[in-house]
């Protein structure tokens, strides 16, 4: 299945400390207008994708809840990522009769006190309560982003999304894009020793645990558990172009939201043309790795993060830095 991310607005209520949008209060000049969202979502609708509706802060664009229901029409899956605080029983009962199918709310720990942080004071409460309001009205799930921060803080953050009941946990690693700087990386070292934990606890976890910019978890998932528990651990390897796209709040496609090379825009070009044909698409499904990651005898469960690559080097094909395998 495509999974399409589309960045309906740049405007967001908060000021994050790594926001990959590096979203501010207003809306960005010359953003999709609703004439414009709807006919991309009449285009793609045939794919029938997946579509996060995500920011910034997507509840801040006041027809939101139309493109949602516009898309869901035309049997498009509807999913929405929000920092949670501006939830209300209104906008989740909207949210429910759009057709919003799935909600995902970032939570940076199991406490205020990194969350706030990074975030700003009283977010964490505030995304507490948004949580509450959407429990058994719409399946939720928790993302966390790990950096130098937070890091010893991912198991407690799982536990506390099997105690609010979430549907799942997504768990990304930073790419320093955006507000995100290089320096609140983890390690190699570090990353490995956070992924090791995640597949061993992932035994016992009822939870679906899935991990996003870290494809490094194939590799450590094998060396930790066996062919059948394996059968239970998503994908973690990179999709940026074959299976997942991002399309920006003014209409430019990249491979991913930390990957922030222009293969087209669909106020130019069709996005059929864009996804089927871009130099850079093509190159991503060829999968002609250099450096590490091009003669790695893990490439397969792997590949390394595209986009972490890219930040790091300049160049997205060569090896991701966050990766220890192979070194001397």
């Known amino acids: ?21 590096s979203a501010k209060a207003s809306p960005e000049e ?3 207008s609703t004439k414009e969202a709807l ?4 285009e793609v609708a045939p794919r029938r994708p997946m579509l996060i509706l995500s920011g910034g802060e997507p509840l801040l664009r006041t027809d939101i ?10 049997g498009v899956r509807v999913s929405l990522a929000t920092n949670g605080t501006l939830l209300s029983f209104e906008a989740v009962e909207r949210m429910k009769e759009a057709g919003i199918m799935r909600v995902s709310i970032s939570l940076d720990g199991p406490a205020p006190e990194i969350h706030d942080l990074a975030r700003g004071q009283g977010s964490f409460d505030l995304a507490m309560r948004g949580i509450d309001i959407l429990r ?66 992932s035994r016992n976890r009822k939870i679906e645990v899935k991990v996003t910019c870290a494809p490094q978890y194939g590799r450590i998932a094998k060396e930790v558990l066996t062919e059948a528990e394996r059968r239970r651990v998503p994908g973690s390897a990179c ?19 930390y990957l922030p090379i222009v293969a087209g825009n669909i106020r130019e070009e069709k996005f059929s043309d864009i996804w ?18 091009g003669g790695c005898d893990r490439r397969e469960v792997c590949g390394g993060c595209r986009a972490r690559a890219y930040a790091l080097t300049g160049d997205y094909l060569e090896s991701d830095p966050l990766c220890s395998y192979l070194e001397a």
């Open 276 to 293: 089927d044909n871009s130099p850079v698409f093509v190159d991503l499904r060829k999968r002609e790795l250099v450096g590490k990651c």
């Open 1 to 21: 299945m495509l999974i399409i991310a589309w960045e309906v607005t740049g405007a967001c209520n908060l000021s994050c400390d790594y926001c990959r949008a």
């Open 65 to 74: 809840f139309d493109i949602a229901r516009y898309a869901r029409d035309r």
């Open 136 to 201: 058994g009205r719409i399946d939720f799930q928790i993302n966390m982003t790990v950096t130098k921060d937070n890091l010893s803080l991912v198991g407690a953050t799982i536990d506390l999304a099997e105690k609010l009941g979430a549907v799942a946990f997504h768990l990304f690693f930073l790419v320093p894009t955006g507000r995100g700087r290089e320096d609140e990386l983890v390690t190699p070292g570090e990353q490995d020793e956070i992924l090791r934990q995640v597949a061993q606890d």
């Open 30 to 32: 010359g953003e999709l």
């Open 239 to 257: 999709l940026a172009g074959t299976n997942f796209v991002f399309v920006s709040r003014t209409g430019d496609v990249t491979p991913c939201g």
């Open 39 to 42: 006919a991309f979502i009449d």
